[in-house]
């Protein structure tokens, strides 16, 4: 058995080579062989709000307001309250930006 994962890679390198040089080789040609269509795009902003209890809220603030009550809930039941406060406060700063980028947005003219 192998003692690390380096160790697992240089011993199967040449199981691993053809499978890079392959990925490496798909990309390039997909990426010079696609061709651009001049489709005029419409966006429909309205979909991404969603109304609840008379409060138009984007949906994306939602999911990742969810997903950041989660964590903070795991970590501070599974007694690691000083990480916990740490990593919900790093974590909260997305969600904080897309808040006051609604904000900001939604008084602008365009």
Same mark, same amino acid.
């Given at each position: =058995?192998?003692?690390?994962?380096?160790?697992?890679?240089?011993? +199967?390198?040449?199981?691993?080579?053809?499978?890079?040089?392959?990925?490496?080789?798909?990309? @390039?040609?997909?990426?010079?062989?696609?061709?651009?269509? &001049?489709?005029?795009?419409?966006? /429909?902003? +309205?979909? /991404?709000?969603?109304? $609840?209890?008379?409060?138009?809220? &984007?949906?994306?603030?939602?999911?990742?307001?969810?997903?950041?009550? =989660?964590?903070?809930?795991?970590?501070?039941?599974? +007694?690691? $309250? @000083?990480?916990?406060? $740490?990593?919900?406060?790093?974590?909260?700063?997305?969600?904080?930006?897309?808040?006051?980028?609604?904000?900001?947005?939604?008084?602008?003219?365009?």
């Amino acid at each position: =058995m192998e003692k690390t994962v380096v160790q697992f890679i240089v011993e +199967n390198i040449l199981l691993f080579l053809p499978l890079g040089i392959t990925g490496i080789v798909v990309t @390039i040609i997909l990426f010079f062989m696609s061709k651009q269509e &001049n489709i005029p795009e419409t966006e /429909d902003l +309205n979909s /991404d709000f969603k109304t $609840i209890f008379n409060f138009r809220l &984007n949906i994306y603030v939602l999911v990742y307001l969810f997903i950041w009550i =989660m964590i903070i809930i795991i970590g501070l039941s599974s +007694n690691f $309250i @000083i990480p916990t406060i $740490i990593g919900g406060i790093i974590a909260a700063i997305p969600l904080i930006l897309m808040m006051l980028i609604e904000l900001l947005t939604k008084n602008s003219k365009v």
